[in-house]
């Protein structure tokens, strides 16, 4: 089992940071994970190019090598890259294509609808609207290529359901002979959200607090949603008690 960071993601505005609104772009953690014959790539976030020059420094391989690519979310800064793996099984969970899917798909109906009524009345779409659709149609295209992933993906690597941020983030679980090492997403994204005990702003709280808790008693290592891999003694409750969240 090799675990690889391939380039550490960062927020576009990092609450902690007491930034309110975007100051840069944000991208994933992605991670290799190479298991027998399996090549995982965890959420491509850089642009193709960046992503494929990563692969090559830190792990000598070509997007060709790449067996699979798993997201933790659908969540657009973790796939930018996604399309540069077209060899490769595109996996997530079963929740998140479902529950991302079935909005997409009517929202893109409506738009499909106004677009007709505009035709029939010899008008335009607005332009937000045909840029939105255009939009929704191109991800409802990537979904359709995403497989539901299955409990386990390789050996000793298995899904891990981390709900909160969106009712289908999910990390993967690598368990070795004598560490845990859970990939984690936006269920915990930094380092200051792991030791202040805070999860990502606009999610379910409870829900994605419940997911923290069960990340920190679940693995010794963990690789953050949007930072590098750190040690789960880290967090603000070490020695898997209960969490005191903060109001």
């Not at 494929?52 to 659908?74: G, W, Y």
């Not at 929740?95 to 008008?123: F, M």
Request: charged letters at 20%; hydrophobic letters at 40%; one cysteine or more.
């Amino acid at each position: 089992m090799d675990i690889r960071i391939l380039s550490i993601g960062t927020l576009s505005a990092h609450p902690l940071w007491n930034e309110r609104s975007p100051v840069r772009t944000g991208h994933s953690t992605t991670t290799l994970i190479q298991s027998g014959d399996a090549k995982i790539i965890v959420d491509p976030g850089l642009p193709p190019q960046a992503v494929e020059a990563r692969l090559a420094e830190r792990a000598n391989l070509t997007p060709k090598d790449i067996t699979h690519v798993f997201l933790t979310s659908f969540n657009p800064e973790n796939r930018r890259a996604l399309e540069l793996f077209p060899r490769a099984d595109w996996l997530i969970s079963p929740t998140e294509r479902e529950t991302v899917g079935i909005p997409l798909a009517q929202s893109l109906a409506q738009l499909a609808q106004s677009k007709q009524q505009a035709d029939e009345a010899g008008d335009q779409l607005p332009e937000d609207e045909q840029i939105l659709m255009d939009i929704l149609t191109k991800d409802i295209q990537i979904l359709s290529k995403i497989k539901p992933a299955q409990d386990t993906i390789a050996k000793a690597i298995d899904l891990f359901p981390l709900p909160g941020v969106s009712q289908g983030t999910c990390g993967l679980l690598i368990s070795e002979p004598t560490t845990t090492t859970l990939i984690c997403g936006d269920a915990i994204p930094t380092i200051e959200h792991l030791q202040a005990g805070q999860v990502l702003e606009g999610a379910d709280r409870k829900t994605a607090q419940a997911s923290y808790q069960e990340a920190i008693e679940i693995a010794d290592f963990l690789v953050l949603g949007r930072d590098n891999i750190t040690p789960t003694v880290l967090s603000r409750n070490p020695g898997n008690r209960v969490a005191d969240f903060p109001e």
